[in-house]
């Protein structure tokens, strides 16, 4: 079974929202959004298929329990039959996992305490 096949996003917090999405525009010339930046994977075999960077205030409980500043998202390829390896290798997961328009998502947390989210893309 294929686990992760990619870089989902990044996600970072903030002390100052909007300074930090202008320094990454102007000094990296990242091209924002209001929610963040899409990066677009032309190499993959789904042409809709990309990563994210998106920046929350610093006090956004969106990380929690972790108290780390970033949480990565990881891109899976199905992620019902990774959640029910995880839960069998006793891997807890963060919460209950959730579908929505923009896929599917699920989170766990590592070792070091960081979130990590899973996410499966919505078929194009």
């Not at 999405?21 to 929610?35: D, K, P």
């Not at 766990?108 to 919505?122: A, H, M, R, S, Y």
Request: include cysteine; hydrophobic fraction near 40%; proline fraction near 5%.
């Amino acid at each position: 079974m294929k686990r992760v096949i990619g870089i989902g996003g990044i996600f970072l917090k903030c002390s100052n929202v909007e300074r930090s999405r202008t320094w990454y525009a102007t000094h990296l010339g990242i091209s924002l959004e209001s929610w963040g930046a899409q990066f677009n994977f032309r190499d993959d075999p789904n042409p809709d298929a990309y990563a994210v960077l998106s920046f929350f205030k610093s006090d956004s409980e969106y990380f929690q329990p972790s108290g780390s500043a970033f949480m990565l998202n990881f891109r899976v390829h199905d992620l019902d039959a990774l959640v029910a390896t995880l839960q069998q290798e006793g891997v807890a997961l963060e919460g209950d996992p959730i579908e929505e328009e923009f896929g599917k998502f699920a989170w766990v947390i590592d070792p070091d305490g960081n979130k990590i989210e899973l996410w499966e893309q919505p078929k194009a």
